[in-house]
Structures are given as C-alpha cells and as structure tokens.
C-alpha cells in the first residue's frame, strides 16, 4: 500500500510570522501520525528561516513512523544530519533567497560530493534519498553515487498548463518510476501534489511514499488536520 509523508515545514512557516513558539511544528507531527500518517518530513534549510535545529530533535524523538530530513548536500548539513540521525536523509538543491524549492539535485554535476556525503550517511545507519528531476540520467547517477531511493519531483506535472502537458510529464514520471525500480532504487514522490492531481500518481504502482505538505496544511487551515489527511489517505488509497 503507498505510503503518505506529511512534511510539517509550513507550520514553522506560519510560526515563522510572528517569530513566537506557535504554531509547533512537532505537535503537528504528532496530531499527522494520529490521523495515519505513515511518514513525517521536514526540510532544514541553511538559513533556517522555516524549521530549526531545535525542531529535528524533538521531531526524532516524538516520531513514531517515518522520519525524513531533507536537506542540502553540504558539510554543516551533513554533520547536522549525523547528529540527529533520521531515518531517511533527502538530499535537495538550495539556492540563496529562492522563495521554492522548484528542482530537482543535479547529481551528475556533483556527482562526487553527493557520492561521498552518501556513504557517510549510509554508514551510520541512515537511509539515503535524492529528490531528482524525472530524467533517466539523473536516475542512472543516483543509483551509481549509492542512493536507497529516489524522490521524483512532480512540480511539472502538477503545473502542467494543459492536459496534453500535464499527459507528458506523468509519462515521464512513470518511467522513471520504473526504471528506478529495475535498478533496485526505492521510489518516492512529491512537488506541489495535492488534492486534485494526487489521483493519477498514486496509481503508479512503483511508488512507494508520496510526501505531501502545502495542500494537506493548506485544508487543515479550513478542516483540521486530522480530516485533511484523512482526505487525502482516501484519495490515495
């Protein structure tokens, strides 16, 4: 059965508005697993403007699934990452100032580095991701740099500006998805999925995890959290 990861990031967002102690984004993860969450992922960026170090710890320590740090592929990050030790480290690109996080890791470019941090993170027990663009080369690097599973974005297929776009880009997802699966990657995705274009996804049997943020808080705003996830587990499922 696929799995769905509630990333708490814009609770620290809102949080972040009046810079005080609430919303938290740890009580959130408690209340998505109530509700059947099967994962929770959070991104700590380098100028920890949404989730804080303080977060991660309290996040590993009340989390009782799946947690999944994503983070950049540099030394500070990487040495965070060790000390928290997550189940799952997600290795993202990061850009100074960008308001989203809109593609995805050029593993090839860096290819080395992301090679190395890899087999640190590996062999201190933590499982690795690369949340990669749909494209067969980036699939091919990430498997030969040591990466567990592969995150693909969706970003595309979700903005897709018309059927025969958005029909494009889902074939593309789907045979990454596959092609990730024959080279023994786990598979796993997310970008901007949400209530609407989540169906055809799910349906891609190589998929394992779908993580899910914006919308899922976005109608918690409105419904709670406990009904939007359990909305969105219905959809998926």
């Known amino acids: 059965m696929i799995r769905l990861a509630v990333c708490v990031d814009h609770i620290a967002t809102v949080r972040g508005a009046r810079r005080g102690r609430e919303p938290d984004p740890v009580a959130a993860a408690v209340l998505a697993e109530t509700a059947g969450a099967d994962g929770i992922v959070c991104h700590l960026r380098e100028d920890r403007r949404y989730i804080k170090e303080r977060d991660l710890f309290l996040l590993k320590e009340v989390t009782r699934s799946h947690f999944n740090v994503e983070l950049a592929p540099t030394e500070e990050m990487i ?47 933590i499982v690795v991701s690369y949340f990669i663009d749909p494209e067969i080369e980036q699939l091919k690097a990430s498997a030969k740099a040591g990466a567990d599973y592969v995150e693909i974005n969706t970003r595309i297929y979700a903005k897709a500006k018309d059927a025969e776009e958005e029909g494009a880009e889902l074939h593309k997802i789907i045979s990454i998805a596959q092609a990730g699966n024959k080279l023994g990657l786990g598979v796993s995705a997310g970008g901007e999925l949400n209530y609407y274009n989540i169906s055809e996804i799910a349906k891609i049997s190589q998929i394992e995890e779908l993580n899910i943020g914006h919308s899922i808080i976005s109608k918690a705003v409105m419904i709670g959290i406990d009904r939007a996830i359990k909305d969105m587990l219905q959809l998926i499922r």
Do not use: H, W, Y
Request: net charge negative; no cysteine.
């Open 79 to 125: 040495k965070i990452a060790m000390k928290v030790s997550p189940d799952m480290v997600t290795l993202v690109p990061e850009i100074k100032g960008e308001r989203l996080q809109e593609g995805g890791i050029n593993v090839e470019l860096n290819f080395e580095r992301i090679a190395n941090f890899t087999d640190g993170l590996r062999a201190n027990g």
